[in-house]
């Protein structure tokens, strides 16, 4: 399977822990994306890289939130503290550089649930 | 900035029936628009979008969105519903003059009934 990859598929975490996602992309995709969903929500934009500079970040990405992609290729978003409003669906998406190409491609997400 | 409305959060069509998911979306500039799709435990799959030429386009699964300038809507059609098409469908606008940011609408469930 050549798709977005994202791991753990669920996590479950208690309020104040640190948790950690990893998003792997399409391989020949420059650009990856975070986004957050919750229930009844669209995804919400958190943060996006191009190769492994981050170039834009959400307002809702506060502190305790962090992303990496050191090498360009897989990323990981981490969040420290956890609350229980950050009980959510995370997902990253990934799009090639491509003059032509807009769509992103979705991974199957990591819900977090803090408890 | 820009934003996505899709005005209804339920539609119910019987299986053969044409179906239509509506959006509108509001963006400084000229906008690209985007269909997803979601089925349960799944992520977001690509359906079409519409970047520039021809106000229809077409996509996967026989789904097609119109493109209207004038009303900045890009509603959601095909001419004839499966059950399997039942799902979340949410829409999509970026402003071409933004890096990246991908704004989404509410979303809408599709339910197809036999």
């Known amino acids: 399977d050549t798709g977005v990859s994202q791991n753990p598929r669920h996590k479950i975490t208690k309020r104040g822990q640190n948790v950690t996602f990893r998003c792997d992309p399409i391989?020949?995709?420059?650009?990856l994306y975070w986004y957050r969903q919750t229930l009844g929500q669209g995804p919400e934009f958190l943060t996006y890289f191009q190769n492994e500079a981050q170039l834009e970040k959400s307002r809702l990405l506060s502190d305790r939130f962090s992303a990496e992609r050191p090498k360009g290729s897989f990323s990981t978003l981490e969040i420290q503290r956890t609350e229980q409003g950050d009980s959510a669906m995370y997902l990253c998406?990934?799009?090639?550089?491509?003059?032509?190409?807009?769509?992103?491609?979705f991974g199957p997400g990591t819900r977090l649930t803090v408890t | 900035a820009q934003s996505v409305a899709q005005p209804e959060d339920q539609v119910n069509v019987a299986e053969g029936n044409p179906l239509t998911v509506k959006c509108t979306y509001s963006v400084s500039g000229n906008p690209y628009l985007f269909w997803y799709v979601q089925y349960p435990n799944r992520g977001l799959q690509f359906l079409l979008k519409?970047?520039?030429?021809?106000?229809l386009v077409k996509g996967s699964y026989g789904f097609e969105a119109e493109f209207n300038k004038s009303q900045t809507s890009f509603h959601l059609k095909k001419p004839s519903a499966l059950v399997s098409d039942s799902a979340l469908y949410f829409c999509?606008?970026?402003?071409?003059?933004?890096?990246?940011?991908?704004?989404f609408g509410a979303g809408t469930r599709l339910t197809v009934k036999p």
């Open positions: 519409y970047i520039t030429g021809d106000n």
């Open positions: 998406a990934s799009s090639s550089p491509g003059g032509s190409s807009y769509e992103q491609y």
């Open positions: 999509a606008v970026r402003d071409i003059l933004s890096n990246n940011d991908m704004r």
């Open positions: 391989s020949e995709h420059n650009r």
